[in-house]
C-alpha cells in the first residue's frame, strides 16, 4: 500500500468517528425538534370561542361580559349555518323515494360533522361529554374537522392486489343543485368569525385538570404524580445511597467487602426496569403490603400505590446514587479528615461536619441525575403505581392511592386513547414537559459538576 | 513522681552503634532540676511500623513542658511519622502499629482503652499545607469549640477573636469573619489553621513543616508567633530548615533513618553536636 | 533558666483530666460504636438485599409456572396464547426470538458506531469539540425511554409506512458512496501495485473505474430493490433497532472512552514514532490495548437495548412471530419486556395463574442474562484495570 492510501483510510476511520458524533447529534436534534416545536403547540395555540366557553363553565376562568358579546357575535355568524341546513332539511323531506333516503344520509353526515366543529345545534339538549358539548376548542383542530366537512375521504379499493388508494372529493358535488350547496362556501368564509379564533400563551395546560380524555385542559394530574412518584423515591434513596457510599469509603475496613458491595451495586444497575417493575409488584404489594403489620396496623393498600411506586424508582436509582456520592466522598481532600480528627471530632462527626458539606455538591449532582432517571421510568411504575385517568392522591393517602404519572400517560395517550389524533398536541405537550424536566435536571447537574470541577482546578 | 521520668536519658535512641554508649544527657543539661514536670511527651523504646516497614525505631525522648522543640532530619527519616504519632494520627493509616510507650503527661497514649478523642483535644495540630476547611472563618475556628458542645454564640465570639488574636490574624479578618477561608492568602490560612488549633485549647502543639508551603514573609510571621506561644504551649515542629530550627526552638532532635541519633538543647546540637550524623547532617554534608 | 522554668509552668496541663476511658465507658462506647457500624453496614448493604431480594421474588414468582407447564414449551414453541380460555399455550420461543433479534440488531450498528465515535472523542477531535460533544452524549442518555418510544411511534412510523422505500433507499446511497470511494482507491491502489511502475498508473485508473463501476452497479441495482420496497407495517423490527440502538450509543461511547484515555501516552507515542497514522495506532495499538474495556463498553450497551421496554413495546409491533425469513426484520415482533408490560395488566394477579407465572419466567431469563452480563463487563473492566495497572508499572 503506498502513503496515499494508507491516508484515505485514515481518513475514512477519522470520517467514521465524526460521523457518529455527528449522528448523535444530528439524532439529538432530530429527536428534539419535533418535540419542542409542536409540544410548545400545547401551550401556544389559537384558541378558539368554544374552548374559552369550555374554561369559564368548568374552570371559572375567564371575562364573563366579554365571552357573552364574543358567543353572541359567534352565534351571529353561524345562523346562516343552521339556516340553511333547515332549510335543506325541509327541502329533504319533501323528496322522495332513494333520493330522499341518500339525502338524509347525507345531511346527517353534515348535522355531524358541523356538530363537532361547532359544538351542538341551538335548541339541541346539551350532551354530556364535553367534547360533545363545546365545538373544536383549537383552531388547527378545527381546520382538520371543516376540511373533513369540505371534502369527503374515500378510499379505492378496486384493484385487490393494491393497498386501498385514497380518493379526495370535494363534499359539495354531493349537494349541488340544493339548498346546502352555499354552505361549503359559506363555511370556509365564516369559520374565523364562527369560532373566533385567538392566539394565546396557556400556561395553564400545566395546572389544569384533565377533562373527558384530555381533549380539554391540562395535564396536572400526571405531572404532579410524577413530581410525587420521583421525590418520594429519592426520600428512599438518597439517604440509602449517601449511607453506602459514605460505608464504601470511611467505614468498610477491608477491600474485599468494598468490591463485593460494588459488584452488588453494578449488578443492581444491570437489572432491567421492567424487572424492578414486576418485583415491585411480587414484593412489595402481594408480599410486604400484604403483611398484617402494613396491610392493617399502617394501612397501606395492597394495591398499586405511589408509596410502591416510590420505592421501586429507589431501588432502580439506588446504585446512581452510591456512584455517585462514592466518587464524590472520594474526591474529598485528606487532610479536611485528618484537621476535623486533630481538633478531637469522632469519625461520624468528621463526616457529617466536614466530608458531608465538602462532598454536597458532587453528590447532588447524582441526586439530579437519578432524579430525571426516577421522573422518566415508565416500565417500573406500571404496576406498581400509574394509573392513567383519576385523580392524584392527597398527601395523607400516598399510601393507600395510585396516581396518574407523566410517562404512563404518555405511553396511553398516544396507545390507547380513543382520541390519539385529536389530541397529538396533548402528547407533544406532556413529552415536552417530561423530556423538558428532565433535560433541566441534567443541565443543572451538568452546570453544578462544571462549577465544581472549577473550583477544583482553583 | 512517674517512674520512667526518673532517671532515664531523656534522649537516645536504643541501637546498635555509638549513639547508644553515649547516649546523650544534653535534655537534663538544657533544664536541670525540672524532674518530672519538664517532661510533657515521653517516649520509651518506641517504634512504629507500616507493615513490616519499621518507620521509627526504638526511640527513646523526653519532651520538656512549655519549650519548642524542633525534630530535624533527612527527609524519609520518620520525623511525621513520630510526630503523628504523638496524637494518633497515624491511627487513619491502615496497617500503622506502635510498638513501646508513649505518653502524654505521664499517661500512655497507646493504652487500649485510651479515649482519642480527648487525647487530640489536648494535643492540637498544624499540617504541611494549610488546611482550613471551606468554611467561612468564623465556622472555621468554632469548629473545635462547637465539637465540645458550645453553642452559645457570645461565647463562641469570644473564643473566636480570642484564638485569631493568638494567631495574629484578627486584624486582618475581623471584618470577614463570614467569608470562606478559602479565600486566604496561603500565610493566612496557615495561621488560621493554628487558630483553629488553639481554639481547642490544647496543651500541645504539633507542627509538621508548617511553612514549608509558603513564601518567606508568611515563614516569618509564623516563626514570630511560635516565638509568642512559647511558654504557653508545649511546642513540637518538625522542619527541614535548618536556621528555622536554630532560630525558634529551645530543644532540637535529629531523626536519622527511623532512630533518634541526637537530643539536646538547640545550642548544643547546632554548636557542639557529640554524634558525627548530626553534624554531617547540619554543616549540609548529606540531607 | 528561671525564666523557663516559669514559662514552663503557664502550660494549661490538664494532667489531672484522664486519658483512658473507665472499663465501664470503654465498654459502652464499644458497644455503640459497634451498633453504629452494624447500622451502617446493614443501610450499605441495601443493594445487595435488593440484588438477593430481586433474584428470590422473581424465581418464587417464576417456579410456579415451570412446575404447571414444563420448561420444553416455553423454550421450544412459538406458540404464545396465553389468555385462550380452553387451550393456553406458553410457547416464547418466537419472543425469545425477537427479542435476541432486535437487540442483535441494535448492537450490530450501535457497538461499532459507538466505539468510532469513542475513539473520535479521545483522540481525534479537538478539546473544545469533546467540550461540546459530552454533554451532548449526556443529554441523550438522559432522554426518558418513553419519550424514544413516541418518537418512534410518532415521527418514525409513519415515515418508515410512508416512504419507508426511499428512506431505506437513502440511508443505502448515503453510507454506500463514501465506503465506495475508500473502497474504490484502496483496492485499486493494491491490485495495481502488482505492476511496473511505468504502467502503474494507467493501471490504477483502469482498476478503479471497473471497481466503481461495479460498485455503482451494485448500488443502483440495492437502491432500485429498497425503494420500491413497501412496508407493509411501521411498527417493526427495524424501526426499534435502531431507536434501541441510538439510546445505548452513550453508554457504549462514555464507558469505551474511559477504557482509551485509560491507555496512556507513552503507547501512542510509541506507534506515532515508529511511523504510523493515526488510524493505524488506534487500531492497531490503541484499541488492542484498550480491548477489554471495550468489551465491557459493547456488552453495557447491548445490555441497554436489551433491557428496554417502552420503546420495544410501542413501536415494535407487538406481533409474537418469527419475522419470515427469520432475518426479515421489517416485520412486527415483540420482546419479552414488552409481553411483561403487555400483559400482565391483563392477567389476574393471583398466585398460581400460569399466564401471571409465566410473565414472571420471562422476568426471569432477563435477570439472568443482564446478570451475566454485567459479570462478563465487571470482568473485563478489571482486566483492563489491572493489565494498565501493569503498563504503568
Ligand atoms: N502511609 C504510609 N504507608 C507506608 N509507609 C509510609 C507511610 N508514610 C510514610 N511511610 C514510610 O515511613 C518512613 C518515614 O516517613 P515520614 O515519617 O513521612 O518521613 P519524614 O516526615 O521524615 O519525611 C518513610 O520511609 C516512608 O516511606
Ligand atoms: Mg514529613
Same mark, same amino acid.
Not at chain 1, 49 to 73: I, Q, S, Y
Not at chain 3, 90 to 115: E, K, N, S
Given at each position: 500500500?503506498?502513503?496515499?492510501?494508507?491516508?484515505?483510510?485514515?481518513?475514512?476511520?477519522?470520517?467514521?468517528?465524526?460521523?457518529?458524533?455527528?449522528?448523535?447529534?444530528?439524532?439529538?436534534?432530530?429527536?428534539?425538534?419535533?418535540?419542542?416545536?409542536?409540544?410548545?403547540?400545547?401551550?401556544v395555540?389559537?384558541?378558539?370561542?368554544?374552548?374559552?366557553?369550555?374554561?369559564?363553565?368548568?374552570?371559572?376562568?375567564?371575562?364573563?361580559?366579554?365571552?357573552?358579546?364574543?358567543?353572541?357575535?359567534? @352565534?351571529?355568524?353561524?345562523?346562516?349555518v343552521?339556516?340553511?341546513?333547515?332549510?335543506?332539511?325541509?327541502?329533504?323531506? $319533501?323528496?322522495?323515494?332513494?333520493?330522499?333516503?341518500?339525502? $338524509?344520509?347525507?345531511?346527517?353526515?353534515?348535522?355531524?360533522?358541523?356538530?363537532?366543529?361547532l359544538?351542538?345545534?341551538?335548541?339541541?339538549?346539551?350532551?354530556?361529554?364535553?367534547?360533545?358539548?363545546?365545538?373544536?376548542?383549537?383552531?388547527?383542530? @378545527?381546520?382538520?374537522?371543516?376540511?373533513?366537512?369540505l371534502?369527503?375521504?374515500?378510499?379505492?379499493?378496486?384493484?385487490?392486489?393494491?393497498?386501498?388508494?385514497?380518493?379526495?372529493?370535494?363534499?359539495?358535488e354531493?349537494?349541488?343543485?340544493?339548498?346546502?350547496?352555499?354552505?361549503?362556501d359559506?363555511?370556509?368564509?365564516?369559520?374565523?368569525?364562527m369560532?373566533?379564533?385567538?392566539?394565546?400563551?396557556?400556561?395553564?395546560?400545566?395546572?389544569?385538570?384533565?377533562?373527558?380524555?384530555?381533549?380539554?385542559?391540562?395535564?396536572?394530574?400526571?405531572?404532579?404524580?410524577?413530581?410525587?412518584?420521583?421525590?418520594?423515591?429519592?426520600l428512599?434513596?438518597?439517604?440509602?445511597?449517601?449511607?453506602?457510599a459514605?460505608y464504601?469509603?470511611?467505614?468498610?475496613?477491608?477491600?474485599?467487602?468494598?468490591?463485593?458491595?460494588?459488584?452488588?451495586?453494578?449488578?443492581?444497575?444491570?437489572?432491567?426496569?421492567?424487572?424492578?417493575?414486576?418485583?415491585?409488584?411480587?414484593?412489595?404489594?402481594?408480599?410486604?403490603?400484604?403483611?398484617?403489620?402494613?396491610?392493617?396496623?399502617?394501612?397501606?393498600?395492597?394495591?398499586?400505590?405511589?408509596?410502591?411506586?416510590?420505592?421501586?424508582?429507589?431501588?432502580?436509582?439506588?446504585?446512581?446514587?452510591?456512584?455517585?456520592?462514592?466518587?464524590?466522598?472520594?474526591?474529598?481532600?485528606?487532610?479536611?479528615?485528618?484537621?476535623?480528627?486533630?481538633?478531637?471530632?469522632?469519625?461520624?462527626?468528621t463526616?457529617?461536619?466536614?466530608?458531608?458539606?465538602?462532598?454536597?455538591?458532587?453528590?447532588?449532582?447524582?441526586i439530579?441525575?437519578?432524579?430525571?432517571?426516577?421522573?422518566?421510568?415508565?416500565?417500573?411504575?406500571?404496576?406498581?403505581?400509574?394509573?392513567?385517568?383519576?385523580?392524584?392522591?392527597s398527601?395523607?393517602?400516598?399510601?393507600?392511592?395510585p396516581?396518574?404519572?407523566?410517562?404512563?400517560?404518555?405511553?396511553?395517550?398516544?396507545?390507547?386513547?380513543?382520541?390519539?389524533?385529536?389530541?397529538?398536541?396533548?402528547q407533544?405537550?406532556?413529552?415536552?414537559?417530561?423530556?423538558?424536566?428532565?433535560?433541566?435536571?441534567?443541565?443543572?447537574?451538568?452546570?453544578?459538576?462544571?462549577?465544581?470541577?472549577?473550583?477544583l482546578?482553583? | 513522681?512517674?517512674?520512667?521520668?526518673?532517671?532515664?536519658?531523656m534522649?537516645?535512641?536504643?541501637?546498635?552503634?555509638?549513639?547508644?554508649?553515649?547516649?546523650?544527657?544534653?535534655?537534663?543539661?538544657?533544664?536541670?532540676?525540672?524532674?518530672?514536670?519538664?517532661?510533657?511527651?515521653?517516649?520509651?523504646?518506641?517504634?512504629?511500623?507500616?507493615?513490616?516497614?519499621?518507620?521509627?525505631?526504638?526511640?527513646?525522648?523526653?519532651?520538656?513542658?512549655?519549650?519548642?522543640?524542633?525534630?530535624?532530619?533527612?527527609?524519609?527519616?520518620?520525623?511525621?511519622?513520630?510526630?503523628?504519632?504523638?496524637?494518633?494520627?497515624n491511627?487513619?493509616?491502615?496497617?500503622?502499629r506502635a510498638?513501646?510507650?508513649?505518653?502524654?503527661?505521664?499517661?500512655?497514649?497507646?493504652?487500649?482503652?485510651?479515649?482519642?478523642?480527648?487525647?487530640?483535644?489536648?494535643?492540637?495540630?498544624?499540617?504541611?499545607?494549610?488546611?482550613?476547611?471551606?468554611?467561612?472563618?468564623?465556622?472555621?475556628?468554632?469548629?473545635?469549640?462547637?465539637?465540645?458542645?458550645?453553642?452559645?454564640?457570645?461565647?463562641?465570639?469570644?473564643i473566636?477573636?480570642?484564638?485569631?488574636?493568638?494567631?495574629?490574624?484578627?486584624?486582618?479578618?475581623?471584618?470577614?469573619?463570614?467569608?470562606?477561608?478559602?479565600?486566604?492568602?496561603?500565610?493566612?490560612?496557615q495561621?488560621?489553621?493554628?487558630a483553629?488549633?488553639?481554639?481547642?485549647?490544647?496543651?500541645?502543639?504539633?507542627?509538621?513543616?508548617?511553612?514549608?508551603?509558603?513564601?518567606?514573609?508568611?515563614?516569618?510571621?509564623?516563626?514570630?508567633?511560635?516565638?509568642?506561644?512559647?511558654?504557653?504551649?508545649?511546642?513540637?515542629?518538625?522542619?527541614?530548615?535548618?536556621?528555622?530550627?536554630?532560630?525558634?526552638?529551645d530543644?532540637?532532635?535529629?531523626?536519622?533513618?527511623?532512630?533518634?541519633?541526637?537530643?539536646?538543647?538547640?545550642?548544643?546540637?547546632?554548636?557542639?553536636?557529640?554524634?558525627?550524623?548530626?553534624?554531617?547532617?547540619?554543616?549540609?554534608?548529606f540531607? | 533558666?528561671?525564666? /523557663?522554668?516559669?514559662?514552663?509552668?503557664?502550660?494549661?496541663?490538664?494532667?489531672?483530666?484522664?486519658?483512658?476511658?473507665?472499663?465501664? /465507658?470503654?465498654?459502652?462506647?464499644?458497644?455503640?460504636?459497634?451498633?453504629?457500624?452494624?447500622?451502617?453496614?446493614?443501610?450499605?448493604?441495601?443493594?445487595?438485599?435488593?440484588?438477593?431480594?430481586?433474584?428470590?421474588?422473581?424465581?418464587?414468582?417464576?417456579?410456579?409456572?415451570?412446575?404447571?407447564?414444563?420448561?420444553?414449551?416455553?423454550?421450544?414453541?412459538?406458540?404464545?396464547?396465553?389468555?385462550?380460555?380452553?387451550?393456553?399455550?406458553?410457547?416464547?420461543?418466537?419472543?425469545?426470538?425477537?427479542?435476541?433479534?432486535?437487540?442483535?440488531?441494535?448492537?450490530?450498528?450501535?457497538?461499532?458506531?459507538?466505539?468510532?465515535?469513542?475513539?473520535?472523542?479521545?483522540?481525534?477531535?479537538?478539546?473544545?469539540?469533546?467540550?461540546?460533544?459530552?454533554?451532548?452524549?449526556?443529554?441523550?442518555?438522559?432522554?426518558?425511554?418513553?419519550?424514544?418510544?413516541?418518537?418512534?411511534?410518532?415521527?418514525?412510523?409513519?415515515?418508515? /409506512?410512508?416512504?419507508?422505500?426511499?428512506?431505506?433507499?437513502?440511508?443505502?446511497?448515503?453510507?454506500?458512496?463514501?465506503?465506495m470511494?475508500i473502497?474504490?482507491?484502496?483496492?485499486?491502489?493494491?491490485?495495481?501495485?502488482?505492476?511496473?511502475?511505468g504502467?502503474?498508473?494507467?493501471?490504477?485508473?483502469?482498476?478503479?473505474?471497473?471497481?466503481?463501476?461495479?460498485?455503482?452497479?451494485?448500488?443502483?441495482?440495492?437502491?432500485?430493490?429498497?425503494?420500491?420496497?413497501?412496508?407493509?407495517?411501521?411498527?417493526?423490527?427495524?424501526?426499534?433497532?435502531?431507536v434501541?440502538?441510538?439510546?445505548?450509543?452513550?453508554?457504549?461511547?462514555?464507558?469505551?472512552?474511559?477504557?482509551?484515555?485509560?491507555?496512556?501516552?507513552?503507547?501512542?507515542?510509541?506507534?506515532?514514532?515508529?511511523?504510523?497514522?493515526?488510524?493505524?495506532?488506534?487500531?492497531?495499538?490503541?484499541?488492542?490495548?484498550?480491548g477489554?474495556?471495550?468489551?465491557?463498553?459493547?456488552?453495557?450497551?447491548?445490555?441497554?437495548?436489551?433491557?428496554?421496554?417502552m420503546?420495544?413495546?410501542?413501536?415494535?409491533?407487538?406481533?409474537?412471530?418469527?419475522?419470515?425469513?427469520?432475518?426479515?426484520?421489517?416485520?412486527?415482533?415483540?420482546?419479552?419486556?414488552?409481553?411483561?408490560?403487555?400483559?400482565?395488566?391483563?392477567?389476574?394477579?393471583?398466585?398460581?395463574?400460569?399466564?401471571?407465572?409465566?410473565?414472571?419466567?420471562?422476568?426471569?431469563?432477563?435477570?439472568?442474562?443482564?446478570?451475566?452480563?454485567?459479570?462478563?463487563?465487571?470482568?473485563?473492566?478489571?482486566?483492563?484495570h489491572?493489565?494498565?495497572?501493569?503498563?504503568?508499572?
Amino acid at each position: 500500500m503506498d502513503m496515499s492510501s494508507r491516508k484515505i483510510l485514515d481518513r475514512g476511520f477519522t470520517s467514521l468517528g465524526i460521523f457518529s458524533v455527528v449522528l448523535m447529534a444530528v439524532t439529538l436534534a432530530v429527536l428534539l425538534t419535533p418535540i419542542i416545536i409542536r409540544g410548545a403547540g400545547a401551550f401556544v395555540f389559537r384558541e378558539t370561542v368554544e374552548n374559552r366557553r369550555f374554561t369559564f363553565d368548568v374552570f371559572g376562568r375567564g371575562d364573563e361580559a366579554a365571552l357573552e358579546v364574543e358567543v353572541a357575535d359567534a @352565534a351571529k355568524a353561524r345562523k346562516p349555518v343552521y339556516d340553511m341546513v333547515a332549510e335543506f332539511r325541509a327541502e329533504v323531506g $319533501q323528496m322522495s323515494g332513494r333520493r330522499k333516503r341518500d339525502m $338524509q344520509g347525507q345531511l346527517r353526515t353534515v348535522e355531524n360533522l358541523l356538530r363537532e366543529l361547532l359544538g351542538p345545534f341551538p335548541g339541541e339538549p346539551r350532551p354530556v361529554m364535553p367534547r360533545s358539548r363545546y365545538g373544536k376548542p383549537r383552531w388547527d383542530r @378545527a381546520e382538520v374537522a371543516l376540511g373533513r366537512l369540505l371534502t369527503v375521504e374515500d378510499y379505492d379499493y378496486s384493484d385487490p392486489t393494491q393497498l386501498g388508494k385514497k380518493v379526495l372529493t370535494p363534499r359539495v358535488e354531493k349537494f349541488r343543485g340544493t339548498k346546502l350547496e352555499e354552505l361549503f362556501d359559506y363555511l370556509p368564509a365564516h369559520a374565523e368569525a364562527m369560532l373566533r379564533p385567538e392566539w394565546t400563551l396557556n400556561w395553564r395546560f400545566l395546572t389544569d385538570e384533565p377533562v373527558d380524555a384530555n381533549i380539554f385542559g391540562g395535564i396536572w394530574p400526571a405531572l404532579l404524580g410524577t413530581i410525587y412518584l420521583t421525590v418520594g423515591a429519592m426520600l428512599f434513596a438518597v439517604p440509602m445511597g449517601v449511607v453506602t457510599a459514605i460505608y464504601l469509603v470511611e467505614y468498610a475496613g477491608s477491600s474485599r467487602i468494598v468490591s463485593l458491595l460494588r459488584t452488588f451495586v453494578s449488578t443492581l444497575a444491570g437489572v432491567p426496569s421492567i424487572v424492578f417493575g414486576l418485583f415491585g409488584l411480587a414484593f412489595f404489594l402481594n408480599t410486604l403490603f400484604d403483611l398484617h403489620l402494613f396491610n392493617q396496623v399502617l394501612g397501606i393498600s395492597r394495591s398499586k400505590t405511589v408509596l410502591a411506586g416510590s420505592l421501586t424508582l429507589a431501588l432502580l436509582v439506588l446504585p446512581t446514587i452510591i456512584r455517585a456520592a462514592e466518587e464524590a466522598i472520594r474526591a474529598v481532600p485528606h487532610s479536611y479528615k485528618e484537621a476535623a480528627l486533630s481538633l478531637g471530632a469522632t469519625r461520624w462527626r468528621t463526616v457529617v461536619t466536614v466530608i458531608l458539606p465538602a462532598s454536597l455538591p458532587g453528590i447532588l449532582t447524582g441526586i439530579i441525575i437519578s432524579m430525571g432517571r426516577a421522573a422518566g421510568e415508565t416500565a417500573p411504575i406500571i404496576f406498581t403505581a400509574a394509573v392513567a385517568l383519576g385523580k392524584v392522591p392527597s398527601l395523607t393517602e400516598l399510601h393507600q392511592q395510585p396516581t396518574p404519572a407523566l410517562p404512563w400517560n404518555i405511553y396511553n395517550l398516544c396507545s390507547e386513547n380513543q382520541a390519539i389524533e385529536e389530541i397529538r398536541h396533548v402528547q407533544y405537550g406532556m413529552v415536552l414537559v417530561l423530556v423538558g424536566l428532565v433535560l433541566l435536571l441534567n443541565v443543572a447537574a451538568i452546570l453544578l459538576r462544571a462549577r465544581i470541577s472549577r473550583k477544583l482546578r482553583g | 513522681m512517674d517512674a520512667f521520668t526518673l532517671q532515664r536519658p531523656m534522649g537516645s535512641t536504643r541501637q546498635d552503634g555509638p549513639g547508644r554508649r553515649d547516649a546523650p544527657r544534653a535534655a537534663d543539661a538544657a533544664i536541670p532540676g525540672q524532674g518530672a514536670s519538664a517532661a510533657h511527651v515521653t517516649a520509651e523504646e518506641f517504634s512504629i511500623y507500616y507493615g513490616q516497614n519499621q518507620a521509627v525505631k526504638n526511640v527513646c525522648i523526653a519532651i520538656p513542658t512549655g519549650q519548642v522543640t524542633a525534630i530535624i532530619g533527612p527527609s524519609g527519616c520518620g520525623k511525621s511519622t513520630f510526630l503523628r504519632a504523638i496524637n494518633r494520627m497515624n491511627d487513619l493509616i491502615p496497617g500503622c502499629r506502635a510498638e513501646g510507650l508513649l505518653t502524654l503527661d505521664g499517661q500512655d497514649v497507646y493504652a487500649p482503652r485510651l479515649d482519642v478523642v480527648a487525647l487530640r483535644t489536648r494535643v492540637g495540630m498544624v499540617f504541611q499545607r494549610p488546611n482550613p476547611f471551606p468554611k467561612s472563618i468564623f465556622d472555621n475556628v468554632a469548629y473545635g469549640p462547637r465539637l465540645q458542645g458550645i453553642r452559645d454564640r457570645a461565647r463562641l465570639q469570644g473564643i473566636v477573636e480570642h484564638s485569631l488574636t493568638a494567631a495574629a490574624l484578627w486584624d486582618e479578618v475581623k471584618d470577614r469573619l463570614g467569608d470562606n477561608a478559602v479565600g486566604l492568602s496561603g500565610g493566612q490560612q496557615q495561621r488560621l489553621c493554628l487558630a483553629r488549633a488553639l481554639a481547642v485549647e490544647p496543651e500541645v502543639i504539633l507542627m509538621d513543616e508548617p511553612c514549608s508551603a509558603l513564601d518567606p514573609r508568611s515563614t516569618a510571621r509564623i516563626e514570630d508567633l511560635i516565638e509568642e506561644l512559647r511558654g504557653d504551649y508545649t511546642i513540637v515542629i518538625v522542619t527541614h530548615n535548618m536556621q528555622q530550627a536554630a532560630r525558634v526552638s529551645d530543644m532540637t532532635a535529629f531523626f536519622y533513618e527511623g532512630a533518634l541519633i541526637e537530643f539536646g538543647s538547640t545550642r548544643d546540637v547546632f554548636t557542639n553536636p557529640s554524634e558525627k550524623r548530626t553534624e554531617d547532617y547540619i554543616t549540609g554534608r548529606f540531607g | 533558666m528561671e525564666v /523557663q522554668s516559669t514559662t514552663g509552668s503557664r502550660v494549661r496541663r490538664r494532667a489531672e483530666t484522664k486519658l483512658c476511658l473507665s472499663r465501664r /465507658q470503654s465498654l459502652v462506647r464499644g458497644i455503640l460504636g459497634r451498633l453504629g457500624h452494624g447500622l451502617l453496614f446493614v443501610m450499605a448493604s441495601s443493594s445487595l438485599l435488593a440484588v438477593l431480594f430481586i433474584f428470590a421474588f422473581i424465581i418464587r414468582d417464576a417456579v410456579p409456572f415451570f412446575r404447571l407447564r414444563g420448561f420444553s414449551e416455553f423454550f421450544t414453541s412459538p406458540h404464545w396464547h396465553p389468555a385462550s380460555a380452553d387451550s393456553p399455550e406458553f410457547g416464547a420461543l418466537a419472543i425469545l426470538f425477537d427479542h435476541a433479534l432486535v437487540t442483535l440488531c441494535a448492537a450490530m450498528f450501535t457497538v461499532p458506531l459507538g466505539i468510532v465515535a469513542a475513539v473520535c472523542l479521545s483522540d481525534v477531535l479537538p478539546f473544545a469539540i469533546r467540550q461540546i460533544v459530552k454533554p451532548i452524549i449526556e443529554i441523550l442518555a438522559a432522554i426518558p425511554s418513553v419519550a424514544f418510544g413516541f418518537f418512534a411511534l410518532v415521527i418514525l412510523t409513519p415515515l418508515f /409506512q410512508n416512504h419507508g422505500g426511499n428512506v431505506l433507499a437513502g440511508a443505502l446511497w448515503a453510507v454506500g458512496i463514501p465506503v465506495m470511494l475508500i473502497v474504490t482507491w484502496v483496492l485499486s491502489d493494491i491490485l495495481s501495485s502488482k505492476f511496473k511502475v511505468g504502467a502503474r498508473k494507467a493501471a490504477r485508473w483502469t482498476v478503479a473505474a471497473v471497481l466503481a463501476g461495479i460498485q455503482v452497479a451494485l448500488l443502483v441495482y440495492l437502491g432500485g430493490k429498497l425503494s420500491s420496497l413497501v412496508i407493509v407495517s411501521g411498527t417493526n423490527a427495524l424501526n426499534v433497532s435502531l431507536v434501541l440502538g441510538i439510546m445505548a450509543l452513550p453508554t457504549v461511547v462514555s464507558v469505551s472512552e474511559d477504557a482509551l484515555t485509560a491507555v496512556g501516552r507513552e503507547l501512542r507515542e510509541g506507534s506515532y514514532a515508529l511511523g504510523a497514522t493515526r488510524a493505524e495506532t488506534l487500531v492497531k495499538v490503541v484499541m488492542p490495548a484498550a480491548g477489554s474495556g471495550l468489551f465491557a463498553a459493547a456488552i453495557l450497551g447491548i445490555m441497554r437495548a436489551f433491557g428496554e421496554t417502552m420503546v420495544v413495546w410501542m413501536a415494535a409491533g407487538n406481533s409474537a412471530r418469527i419475522p419470515s425469513p427469520w432475518y426479515n426484520i421489517l416485520q412486527p415482533v415483540r420482546t419479552l419486556t414488552a409481553t411483561i408490560a403487555g400483559e400482565m395488566g391483563e392477567t389476574d394477579q393471583t398466585y398460581g395463574a400460569a399466564h401471571y407465572h409465566s410473565l414472571f419466567a420471562m422476568a426471569l431469563c432477563l435477570l439472568i442474562v443482564s446478570f451475566l452480563c454485567n459479570f462478563a463487563a465487571e470482568w473485563f473492566v478489571r482486566r483492563t484495570h489491572k493489565r494498565m495497572g501493569k503498563l504503568a508499572k
